[in-house]
């Protein structure tokens, strides 16, 4: 089962759960470590060693700010971040939350790679289709919303995303995430929720889809941290 499926099925588990907590998250991250360390095994070599950590809410430091990070994968020798990954929901008000959710990859991409101009940044967007999806704040009770198509709002959300540039080099802009991945869910709030792989989801060709995301990770990790490199 890959980070996706696990996903969904921790979602079933845990009905109701609140998307601004850091548990789903978490969980998010454990699978996608599962994943990197099965498609790599110089990656899962260098774990094995103790090499390289993985840590889930890490401070990222640059010379004048730091930032947390949902996962990152450093070097032992020097401590500097070699994979970092951010995770990001949009659960309901697409309209706001996902040039919000675009922003905030775009800073988290800056701040990384500032860090470490070859660390590989990675970014998972979580994108819900469901219009009845209803938070479990006290005020999004019974809230009315108005009529919509959903499926033209979750394409224009994906599109959104899948126009971002992917950084091969560390001459390419700093805002710029090495991967990135969308994966739709279908999900209400109460009911048990659906991993969706129809017309809406990112294609397999597609670069922003869940398997091209581990790839592009674990080919960049092999490229840039050769084993004769320094940390």
């Not at 360390?37 to 103790?50: E, G, H």
């Not at 219009?131 to 019974?142: C, H, L, T, V």
């Amino acid at each position: 089962m890959s980070a996706p499926e696990a996903y969904v099925a921790w979602i079933n588990q845990h009905l109701g759960f609140n998307p601004r907590s850091q548990a789903n998250s978490n969980a998010l991250s454990e699978f996608v470590i599962t994943d990197l360390r099965r498609s790599s095994p110089r990656l899962a070599s260098d774990l094995k060693a103790k090499q390289v950590a993985s840590l889930l809410n890490a401070d990222v430091h640059t010379r004048v700010a730091s930032r947390n990070v949902d996962l990152v994968l450093l070097g032992s020798a020097s401590s500097t971040v070699r994979i970092a990954v951010e995770n990001k929901t949009i659960m309901t008000a697409h309209g706001k939350a996902r040039w919000n959710r675009y922003g905030d990859l775009i800073a988290y991409c800056n701040h990384v790679h500032n860090h470490r101009p070859n660390c590989i940044a990675g970014a998972i967007v979580i994108v819900n289709c469901s219009a009845a999806y209803e938070n479990p704040d006290a005020f999004a009770r019974g809230l009315r919303r108005p009529k919509f198509d959903m499926n033209k709002v979750v394409r224009d959300t994906v599109k959104i995303f899948a126009d971002i540039p992917l950084r091969a080099s560390t001459d390419e802009p700093n805002d710029q995430p090495e991967a990135l991945t969308v994966i739709v869910v279908d999900y209400d709030g109460k009911h048990p929720a659906k991993l969706i792989a129809n017309e809406l989801s990112p294609r397999p060709e597609s670069a922003i889809h869940y398997e091209s995301f581990i790839a592009r990770i674990c080919g960049l990790y092999r490229d840039r941290f050769e084993l004769s490199r320094s940390e």
